[in-house]
């Protein structure tokens, strides 16, 4: 029970500290006495005892330190005064101690923000309820990769009761809706009333989608996010049962979704949740008809059935892929039907291949980037511990071990690290405000709409922490174990005959510019690469001819308008258009080429391609349907 023993030892010295030193001089004057009685029974002099006794004993202040170190206290009182040794030093030059916390808050701010981000889109998780049973469905495209689902074969697939216990479709878009400040535009998903079921979650308040809502015509429904209920509804409980109006038409709220809970699909937050009765609303043209099989714009997800494997539920799948291939050949024939199992999709089948690399690249930019701020600062605090020579060897010649002497200087290390990782988490706090700005550009550009789910939870502030220390550790060990390794005498000589730094100070810290050099090479070579790629995927063919185009993205929620309606305040929006100086042609589209969505047949108004279209393009599809053009 040695253990044990050293336990209350270390206890006892905490809470009756003057108490143990008391007994420490005690015992330490026992032995001295000792060792003086016997040297006096050698014969020598009452002096010479006590000096020969306190030469054998050696230097009483490290056995002091030694003992202490036994108890296990001592390591907590060295950092408490070296910890206000450090801070007074540094007060002493705030000039030195700021461009040292800067140059390494930017490092950590640049890799938390990015990290945040890496975070938000590939490892936060969502409440589910048992998600090990929660599998992706896809259709796969005519070369074989998982891309979208029709209507149609997700309502094939939910047939399948014996394998999943719930399947539910979703298919995103974006909407025009009047808030009490004027229009906005939203991302909204198509949901059947399946959808929470299948996530094992419920609504906040409220109620969610009736099974009947999954039909044409039996109204317009919507459940509000959390998001969206507080901050354009003030959150408001009697939103339950507010009438909205949506694209042109009606549409009533009937609760308010799960807390925590953004989408099941993408990091974006989703504003609203609408019934599948609901397709139409904000455009005929944006979700394509229910019906139809070529369309391939619903995302579907189900719950396995208990004791139901994924092996089994690909095996069902691949029986209905079968019968559909048979049952609609120009469609189906050739295409199959995965299965991923439970986590295997993060956002999409077809982009998610790409996240984990990229995120590795920019993980390991930021980081390199960071290594280049350590490399730095390094060096400084070589510099800084070279006019400190005289200091250590003072230490040194005083009893203090090369330990005590490096654990000081990591000390110094590790609390700037601190400050400077106090500083980056602001700093990446005020850099994630913009994360919104930079996504909206992008998602209206894309046609899209809504925010990114960034903030800055434990498992962003562990890092933070991690990497704090992590960094104090790295620019601190150089100069600690340079620090520890100088001699007394070596010191003092330095000291006394030259003011340069010795070959061992000087080899270190060439080796600290050779890390910066190489660091910031390939810095260089990466940033020089990126901006070939740029530059060449600028030059890339995209198949129609780009040049003097504009767009402008445009939104009717005004009255309860039909799409013939909506279709003539087009044509009257074109003929006006027209007019303008500067302008050849107006056309009208839904959907811009080489524009990330869903897939379907691209019909042209008044042209008849040679063949008629049969089936739908997959592989990162884009698609139009241009109704008129002047």
Known sequence: MQWLDKVRLTLRSLFRRERMERELDAELQFYLDVETTKHQAAGLGPADSTRAA???????????????DTRGVNVLDDL???????????????GSAAAATLIVALGIGVNTTVFSIVTAVLFKSAPYHEPDRIVSIYQDSDAGDPTSTSFPASRDMAAYSGVFWEVAATSASTITWEAEDGPRQALVEYVTASYLQVLGIEPSMGRWFEPAYDQVGAGHYAVVSRQTWRTQFGANPGVVGRAVRMGGEVVTIVGVGPEGFNSSGAPLITD?????????????????????????????RARLAPGVTVAQAQSAMDGLATRLADEFPDLNRGRGIT??????????????????PAAIVLLGIVGL????????????????????????????????????????????SVLLACLSGAVGLLLARWSLGFVPVLVGPIAAATGGAGDLDVSMDLQVLLYALVLTLGTGVLFGLAPALRSARSGVAGVLREEGHSTSPGKRAALLRNGLVAIQVAVSLVLLVGASLLTRSLVNIQQVDPGV?????????????????SAEERIARMDELMDRAATLPGLTRVAFTTRLPVQPGGSTTTVVEGYTPPRAPTRSSYSLPWSATTTSQR
Not at 54 to 59: A, C, E, H, L, M
Not at 545 to 561: I, M, S, W, Y
Request: with cysteine; hydrophobic share 45%; charged share 20%.
């Open 54 to 68: 306190r030469r054998s004993f050696g230097n009483m202040t490290r056995v002091k330190e030694e003992c202490r």
């Open 80 to 94: 408490r005064h070296d910890i206000r040794y450090v801070t007074r030093g540094l007060l002493r030059s705030p």
């Open 272 to 300: 609203f949740w609408l019934s599948i009765s609901s397709v139409g609303v904000g455009g005929a043209f944006r979700i394509g008809n229910l019906e139809r099989r070529q369309d391939h714009w619903y995302d579907v």
């Open 339 to 356: 299965v991923f199992g439970p986590g295997q999709v993060v956002i999409h089948s077809s982009v998610d291949g790409f996240l984990a």
């Open 369 to 412: 980037i960071l290594v280049l701020a350590c490399a730095n600062l390094a060096n400084l605090q070589i510099v800084r511990g070279l006019s400190r020579g005289h200091e250590v060897a003072i230490r040194r010649a005083l009893g203090a071990s090369r330990g005590r002497v490096a654990r000081l200087f990591l000390t110094e």
């Open 545 to 561: 001819d780009a040049d003097r185009l504009a767009f402008v993205a445009t939104g009717f929620g005004q009255g309860n308008a």
